[in-house]
């Protein structure tokens, strides 16, 4: 079963960029729908972006179009979350997830990262 680890969050003031990582252990990224998902407190969890293969294509919030992409890199077995333009409402801890093809449900887990963007 693949294991799921965030890096790359941090303090970000309004307007500025951050780049998410993802590192995937014991699985191939191919192999799975890879999402971003994030929770800010008091808030319900959401998806944020997602990746697909077969063919490749990709999902967005509509709160993170145009700023947010998502990628992954199949000889690192990684995947990315760029995010620019920050605002503070983009203030959350993000986790990255997986689920098999076809699966409703996201499995696998990380333990989140914290990104926090000042106004």
């Known amino acids: 079963q693949v294991q799921l680890r965030e890096s790359g969050g941090g303090l970000v003031q309004d307007g500025g960029s951050l780049r998410l990582s993802c590192a995937a252990s014991?699985?191939?990224?191919?192999?799975?729908?890879l999402g971003w998902f994030r929770q800010a407190p008091g808030e319900e969890r959401e998806l944020v972006a997602a990746?697909?293969?077969?063919?490749?294509?990709?999902y967005y919030a509509d709160s993170v179009k145009g700023r947010f992409t998502i990628s992954r890199d199949m000889a690192r077995n990684m995947m990315y979350l760029q995010m620019n333009s920050l605002k503070p409402e983009d203030t959350a801890l993000y986790y990255c997830?997986?689920?098999?093809?076809?699966?409703?449900?996201?499995?696998?887990w990380g333990q989140g990262t914290q990104v926090t963007v000042s106004s």
């Open positions: 997830a997986a689920k098999f093809r076809g699966s409703q449900d996201y499995r696998f």
């Open positions: 014991g699985g191939t990224v191919s192999n799975y729908v």
């Open positions: 990746i697909y293969v077969g063919p490749t294509s990709t």
